[in-house]
């Protein structure tokens, strides 16, 4: 069974930075997705980042070259590494990967950027 666990969320002031980690269990292969969404209070949950089996990064236009996404293909991990945070930026940070078509996702991470 596939599980993905987060760490890294926290609580940050305007300006600041966090890094968020994922690093999936159960599985050995590559996946085809892995990145992040977030959901904010009384939101739907929003694509972040995310890398596609080959490199290739898509981010949200939300993002503005704040975040960056990466993988340790060694370790399997991915991690966001966001800077210039600002309060718009609270909410719980999904990781999120797929194994052959199957979504799967982590309980999340609270991050939550004070003003």
């Known amino acids: 069974q596939v599980q993905l666990v987060e760490s890294g969320g926290g609580l940050v002031q305007a300006g600041g930075s966090l890094r968020l980690s994922c690093a999936p269990s159960?599985?050995?292969?590559?996946?085809?997705?892995m990145g992040w969404y977030r959901q904010a209070p009384g939101k739907q949950r929003e694509l972040v980042a995310i890398?596609?089996?080959?490199?290739?990064?898509n981010y949200a236009d939300f993002v503005e070259g704040r975040f960056t996404i990466s993988r340790d293909y060694a370790k399997n991990t991915v991690s966001l590494q966001m800077n210039s945070l600002t309060p718009e930026d609270t909410g719980i940070y999904h990781c999120?990967?797929?194994?052959?078509?199957?979504?799967?996702w982590g309980q999340g991470t609270q991050v939550t950027v004070s003003s």
């Open positions: 159960g599985v050995m292969v590559t996946p085809n997705r």
């Open positions: 999120y990967a797929q194994y052959w078509g199957a979504d799967h």
């Open positions: 890398i596609i089996r080959g490199g290739t990064t």
